[in-house]
Nanobody, 121 residues
Framework: QVQLVESGGGLVQPGGSPRLSCAASGSIFSINAMAWYRQAPGKQRELVAVVTGAGRTNYPNSVKGRFTISRDNAENTVYLQMNSLKPEDTAVYYC???????????????WGQGTQVTVSS
């Protein structure tokens, strides 16, 4: 089993800069990439940021320049620094680990339970 535990969400004022954390634990053989997704009410889940094992990052235009993903490989932890938050950033934010639990397993996505981020004054 792979467990992902997110933290750092809550109520944030517009322009705020919270940081989300996601700690992965359990039976993890290898990690290909870690990512953050979000899902707003009535909308599909969307990718917010991804970081590969080599440290490459990618962001959609909606958050580029405001959000930064980082990863602590030794601790199997990924962070999402969010700056200049807007009301439209309100969503449940999910951590995702793409990896393997054992040698030879096809890559699989593992998900956290999500953490709510509400941007409002």
């Amino acid at each position: 089993q792979v467990q992902l535990v997110e933290s750092g969400g809550g109520l944030v004022q517009p322009g705020g800069s919270p940081r989300l954390s996601c700690a992965a634990s359990g039976s993890i053989f290898s990690i290909n990439a870690m990512a953050w997704y979000r899902q707003a009410p009535g909308k599909q889940r969307e990718l917010v940021a991804v970081v590969t094992g080599a440290g490459r990052t990618n962001y959609p235009n909606s958050v580029k320049g405001r959000f930064t993903i980082s990863r602590d490989n030794a601790e199997n932890t990924v962070y999402l620094q969010m700056n200049s938050l807007k009301p439209e950033d309100t969503a449940v934010y999910y951590c995702c680990l793409n990896g393997r639990q054992y040698y030879g397993q096809p890559l699989e996505d593992y998900w956290g339970q999500g953490t709510q981020v509400t941007v409002s004054s």
